[in-house]
């Protein structure tokens, strides 16, 4: 089956760019969709479609997709930026969504 | 406004069964594929399965974990999708959660946590 690999944990000092990637076999070839989770609550959609932001999710948030890897940037971090974030894409051999095993953000 | 909620959740004996329902509101929810994930204590996020809407069938999918003891369900006339748990292992103790699936999963209940435990 088709397998997320994601960065355990990234940290970043507030106001600089953090960047999570998500590899995958030639994912750049599929859509990825990220989610972000704050402890205690549920998943928010961030980023659908690689790069497109849902209403209501800032512009420093952005993603890219490529070959074997797609990313998540965040620029001019801020202390509510730090959350678990997790990549997910639809596996159309199996018909299964496949999720990273998410990314814990700390802001330093 | 969007929104949904679980319920059903609470604490079961191994091998026993449980049923949890995902109330919709604000959308045509006969028009939307509906999700079910998981995150046991301190873990991540899993996948569990999906119901697609009445326009694809209302057809299932389900992850390896989960299939042959897990069953989704829908009531469209009633905005509720269901998840059917049989057979329960420790191993299914986590907060349940229901989304609204299209090709991401933009909407997202609360949760309601399982603990299955003798």
């Known amino acids: 089956s088709y397998v997320l690999t994601q960065p355990p944990s990234v940290s970043v000092a507030p106001g600089k760019t953090a960047t999570i990637t998500c590899g995958g076999l030639n994912i750049g070839s599929k859509s990825v969709h990220w989610y972000q989770q704050k402890p205690g609550q549920a998943p928010v959609l961030v980023i659908y479609y690689n790069s497109d932001r849902p209403s209501g999710i800032p512009q420093r948030f952005s993603g890219s997709n490529s070959g074997n890897t797609a990313t998540l940037t965040i620029i001019r971090v801020e202390a509510g930026d730090e959350a678990d974030y997790y990549c997910q894409v639809w596996d159309s051999s199996i018909n299964h969504q496949v999720l990273g095993g998410g990314t814990k953000l700390t802001v330093l | 406004e969007v929104q949904l909620v679980e319920s059903g959740g609470g604490l079961v004996k191994p091998g026993r069964s449980l049923r949890l329902s995902c109330t919709a509101s604000?959308?045509?929810?006969?028009?939307?594929?509906m999700s079910w994930f998981r995150q046991a204590p301190g873990k991540g996020l899993e996948w569990v399965g999906f119901i697609r809407g009445k326009s694809y069938g209302g057809t299932t999918e389900y992850a390896a974990s989960v299939k042959g003891r897990f069953t989704i369900s829908r009531d469209d006339s009633k905005s509720i999708a269901y998840l059917q748990m049989n057979s329960l292992e420790s191993e299914d103790t986590a907060v349940y959660y229901c989304?609204?699936?299209?090709?991401?999963?933009?909407?997202w209940g609360q949760g309601t946590l399982v603990t299955v435990s003798s």
């Open positions: 604000g959308f045509t929810f006969g028009d939307y594929a």
């Open positions: 989304a609204r699936a299209g090709a991401a999963s933009d909407y």
